[in-house]
């Protein structure tokens, strides 16, 4: 699981390559600079899950797919 964070807006995401993923959207938004964290979960049923429930606690700042308007500290305390 990843957070990828730039000021008030972040991505929770499952990625079994983030470092990569960082770049893809790093190339994508040049101009936001992306602070990230990842952390592992154990296998893929275990990762889904984790990701969802992190999903649902970020739910009322959705902004659009897996992009929320919270901090990075928030997100990373949602996928804790």
């Not at 991505?11 to 983030?18: D, L, N, Q």
């Not at 190339?27 to 984790?50: K, M, V």
């Not at 700042?61 to 996928?79: Q, T």
Request: charged share 20%; aromatic share 8%.
């Amino acid at each position: 699981i990843y957070v990828f964070g730039g000021g008030s807006i972040s991505k929770v995401g499952i990625s079994f390559e983030p470092d990569r993923r960082l770049l893809n959207l790093q190339a994508a938004q040049p101009t936001i600079p992306l602070t990230s964290h990842f952390a592992e979960a154990g296998d893929p049923t275990t990762i889904r899950r984790a990701e969802k429930l992190a999903h649902a606690m970020l739910s009322d700042r959705l902004i659009s797919n897996e992009w929320f308007k919270a901090s990075p500290a928030e997100c990373i305390d949602a996928v804790k």
